[in-house]
């Protein structure tokens, strides 16, 4: 199966809005307890989230996975760092890459792929204001012909 395939639980659409992604990485994630039960339920959210190279592994920071309800005293901390699982060469591509000025690791999607948590990181640079004007004017476009489009066709 490709990468970025499976059951999508959640998205951060708003990286897209602030980024141009230059390349996508699929990794695994390191999970404790009851955190797989409150993921399968889709309490996830990536909105605020990126990653971090430390001392050669990769860490994914403030994406909230909420408490499981039946998880008593084995629950887990909403916010904690996970670690997510890359092979050596990935992680010393990505290191290279991301001491250049304005790249940043960002998660795109986190979805399960036979039976396993994955999450797709995107290396991003950052967009400018004129940037994000220019996507919102063509997207804008893009729904004016459909809608157009759509209008001819029904007659």
Same mark, same amino acid.
């Given at each position: 199966?490709?990468?970025?395939?499976?059951?999508?639980?959640?998205?951060?659409k708003k990286a897209y809005h602030?980024?141009?992604? /230059?390349?996508? =990485?699929?990794?695994?994630?390191?999970?404790? &307890?009851?955190?797989?039960?409150?993921?399968?339920? &889709?309490?996830?959210? $990536?909105? !605020?989230? %990126? @990653?971090?190279?430390?001392k050669g592994e990769v860490f994914?920071?403030?994406?909230?996975?909420?408490? %499981?309800?039946? &998880?008593?005293? %084995?629950?887990?901390?909403? $916010?904690?760092?996970r670690k997510l699982l890359l092979?050596? #060469?990935?992680?010393?591509?990505?290191?290279? !890459?991301?001491?250049?000025?304005? %790249?940043?690791?960002?998660?795109?999607? $986190? +979805?399960? #792929?036979?039976? +396993?948590?994955?999450?797709?990181?995107? $290396? @991003?640079?950052? #967009?400018?204001? =004129?940037?994000?004007?220019?996507?919102?004017?063509?997207?804008? @476009?893009?729904? /004016?012909?459909?809608? @157009?489009?759509?209008?001819?066709?029904?007659?």
């Amino acid at each position: 199966m490709p990468k970025g395939f499976g059951k999508t639980i959640a998205q951060n659409k708003k990286a897209y809005h602030d980024f141009t992604i /230059e390349e996508t =990485y699929e990794a695994g994630i390191v999970l404790q &307890g009851t955190e797989i039960k409150s993921i399968r339920q &889709g309490k996830v959210n $990536l909105k !605020e989230s %990126y @990653a971090r190279i430390d001392k050669g592994e990769v860490f994914v920071i403030g994406m909230h996975v909420s408490p %499981y309800e039946q &998880g008593n005293r %084995y629950n887990h901390d909403p $916010l904690r760092e996970r670690k997510l699982l890359l092979h050596n #060469k990935e992680i010393s591509k990505l290191i290279g !890459e991301t001491k250049e000025i304005g %790249y940043s690791l960002v998660p795109l999607k $986190l +979805y399960l #792929k036979n039976g +396993y948590a994955k999450i797709l990181l995107g $290396l @991003a640079k950052g #967009k400018k204001k =004129y940037d994000k004007r220019e996507d919102l004017k063509k997207k804008e @476009a893009k729904r /004016e012909v459909e809608r @157009a489009f759509r209008e001819r066709q029904k007659m």
